[in-house]
T-cell receptor, first 114, second 114 residues
Framework: GENVEQHPSTLSVQEGDSAVIKCTYS??????FPWYKQELGKGPQLIID?????GEKKDQRIAVTLNKTAKHFSLHITETQPEDSAVYFC?????????????FGRGTSLIVHP | DAGVTQSPTHLIKTRGQHVTLRCSPI?????VSWYQQVLGQGPQFIFQ???????GRGNFPDRFSARQFPNYSSELNVNALLLGDSALYLC?????????????FGPGTRLTVT
């Protein structure tokens, strides 16, 4: 089955700095890579995703990159703000029988200091 | 529009008891997935249902079961509770299969087994 590794487990930055979270996956069939943000006491919120036919995707201050050859993908957050503080999860999945069942990484706790 | 709703929010049970958790998907979403999230880890896939049919099952014992109703809401049942079942149980809904894989999570049910 799929195995997703995520690093670092904790990331502490100053407000305004950039943050980068990296993930690797094992199953070459995976073709859909979502990123989720989970705040304390809440469920994960889909913030951005990327598919295997795209190398990079941006949405305002966040961007994701994908290297299918190396089987790794990354989340980039620029101009970090205190409200970006949360746990971020990467995931990898592919359609099987018409269904996508993601495998999640262990999460990165991002702390943005004012 | 209402997001995914789950009930109850919190639940305390004793070892050996049974529990039923409930989920209502986003309007128009026909697929529901259940995940277990232990503190400090990413969500672990338990079940996926689409149009009342089981589409996937994770590596969980037979004590875990689920079903989906004609209105696409779903129940997760856990029998003979163990201390290790203490976790946040998340429900996610998605559009009909084949439309891309995006899953939207509810706030979760916090289950504590004593």
């Amino acid at each position: 089955g799929e195995n997703v590794e995520q690093h670092p487990s904790t990331l502490s930055v100053q407000e305004g700095d950039s943050a980068v979270i990296k993930c690797t996956y094992s199953d070459s069939a995976s073709n859909y890579f979502p990123w989720y943000k989970q705040e304390l006491g809440k469920g994960p919120q889909l913030i951005i995703d990327i598919r295997s036919n795209v190398g990079e995707k941006k949405d305002q201050r966040i961007a994701v990159t994908l290297n299918k050859t190396a089987k790794h993908f990354s989340l980039h957050i620029t101009e970090t703000q205190p409200e970006d503080s949360a746990v971020y999860f990467c995931a990898a999945s592919h359609a099987s029988g018409g269904s996508y069942i993601p495998t999640f990484g262990r999460g990165t706790s991002l702390i943005v200091h004012p | 529009d209402a997001g995914v709703t789950q009930s109850p929010t919190h639940l305390i049970k004793t070892r050996g008891q049974h529990v039923t958790l409930r989920c209502s998907p986003i309007s128009g979403h026909k697929s529901v997935s259940w995940y277990q999230q232990v503190l400090g880890q990413g969500p672990q896939f338990i079940f996926q249902y689409y149009e009342k049919e089981e589409r996937g099952r994770g590596n969980f014992p037979d004590r875990f079961s689920a079903r989906q109703f004609p209105n696409y809401s779903s129940e997760l049942n856990v029998n003979a509770l163990l201390l290790g079942d203490s976790a946040l149980y998340l429900c996610a809904s998605s559009l009909p299969t084949g439309t891309g894989g995006e899953q939207y999570f509810g706030p979760g049910t916090r289950l504590t087994v004593t």
